[in-house]
């Protein structure tokens, strides 16, 4: 079973709840919010933490840590994937909430920000124990999910199957067919058309608005793309398609870099399921080193912090597009700034996922289904006019697309808020 995944890496230090909150505080600011508001945004509504018990093949039971986070429900019900993964920390599953409550304002959807996650590592589990293991978390958290509460979604490590499991154990404990309890499920379970390229695609919308405004056309565009599991392996085949120059990609044991292109089809065919290639070559770089390397466009599709204080001097190229969740830290914020990087934050770049996937709750909840298309069409609208307000607010404000971005989601949250009389400012 192919699952989604961008590598897993183990970090020395998960300080992505921090980072969060940091940026927060400074966008409240410049709105001028009372403090109030932050104290209510910075740490989730609502966070469960669940043990799991699993019978494993050899007939061990084995406990799993698991976690959901609800960071905000004022202007709809939350929404957020579930990710498996050995890393998976309460302080990350926090702020991948609130940045999705974040993505969620951005792109005016009428949800707030969730996330789960269950400490393991899928690559060292068979088919049934991954199945027992996403059984056992949804009825873990089933008193607090449902397609009018909290709505999950694929993540990294997790993928259309899970969601199906999911998906019918939720109905056996609810007892009544329940398509919108969950999103990014097989098509033949009410799964949406264009759900699996959603983020690539939003990404590459991104790109596409980037380029027009920087006035630099798509097929002369040096990429390099960190990571080749699902969001940078589709990613790396549409610029491809459309005649930009790949000319790094990398997975978790290495990095591959050509100034004349890489061969992305051949790459795409040979790839396993996890996304690693580079396996296949005598020679490679490490991920950190590709980074560093000269390009138009650098595309963090992988892990969070990969470009910090020790490497950001060190860049080189022009325009950075966060496809992952937090892949640059704060402190290295001014630094693009003072480089001339252009920063596309991962609350704009990466929303493409959460917004096909109220697509799909949409389909499921009128029973009437999209063609692909259609999906593709309402994904870029949306896409584009949320870069656009993210452009225009960083215009008016005189500040960067990182915290342009976090006023525009901030807003909504915090205007339904108001409206329910949750703060006052």
Not at 194 to 223: C, F, H, N, W
Not at 374 to 379: A, E, H, I, Q, T
Not at 380 to 404: D, G, W
């Amino acid at each position: 079973m192919a699952v989604k995944t961008e590598g897993i890496k183990k970090r020395e230090k998960d300080n992505s709840l921090q980072e969060f909150q940091d940026i927060l505080k400074e966008a409240i600011d410049v709105l001028d919010y009372p403090d109030q508001v932050f104290d209510f945004l910075k740490t989730p509504m609502r966070f469960l933490e669940v043990c799991i018990p699993i019978q494993m093949d050899n007939g061990e039971t084995r406990m799993f840590q698991g976690y959901r986070a609800q960071h905000n429900d004022a202007a709809g019900p939350t929404k957020g994937g579930i990710r498996f993964h050995p890393d998976v920390t309460p302080e990350e599953v926090k702020a991948l909430a609130g940045w999705m409550s974040l993505k969620c304002g951005i792109t005016d959807l009428p949800y707030g920000g969730a996330k789960g996650g269950i400490v393991c590592d899928p690559r060292q589990m068979s088919l049934s124990e991954l199945e027992r293991l996403s059984r056992g978390y949804v009825r873990a958290v089933s008193q607090i999910v449902g397609p009018t509460k909290d709505i999950p979604a694929p993540d990294m490590y997790t993928n259309s199957q899970i969601m199906a499991w999911m998906l019918d154990e939720y109905d056996h404990i609810r007892e009544f067919d329940s398509p919108g309890f969950i999103t990014g499920k097989p098509l033949s379970l009410g799964g949406s058309k264009g759900r699996e390229t959603a983020t690539s695609k939003g990404v590459l919308y991104t790109l596409q608005m980037v380029s027009d405004l920087k006035k630099m056309p798509i097929q002369d565009m040096r990429v390099i793309i960190q990571g080749f599991g699902n969001v940078g392996s589709y990613l790396a085949m549409y610029l491809h398609e459309l005649e930009a120059k790949v000319v790094g990609i990398s997975d978790e044991l290495g990095g591959l870099y050509d100034p004349n292109g890489l061969d992305i089809p051949y790459l795409l065919e040979n790839r396993d399921s996890y996304g690693v290639v580079t396996n296949l070559f005598k020679e490679s770089l490490s991920n950190q080193e590709l980074l560093e390397k000269e390009c138009d466009v650098l595309i963090p599709a992988a892990i969070s912090g990969v470009i910090n204080k020790d490497n950001v001097e060190r860049l080189q190229c022009k325009i950075l597009i966060e496809a992952a969740n937090g892949p640059t830290t704060k402190e290295t914020i001014k630094i693009l700034d003072e480089k001339g990087i252009l920063l596309v934050p991962d609350i704009l770049a990466n929303s493409g996922g959460v917004i096909v996937s109220y697509f799909e709750w949409c389909q499921n909840n009128q029973g009437y289904y999209w063609t692909e298309e259609l999906v593709d069409k309402r994904l870029k609208e949306k896409i584009t006019a949320s870069f656009l307000n993210v452009y225009h607010t960083s215009q008016k404000f005189s500040v960067n697309m990182k915290i342009a971005a976090y006023i525009e989601g901030i807003r909504k949250i915090a205007e339904a808020s108001r409206l329910r009389g949750w703060v006052r400012f």
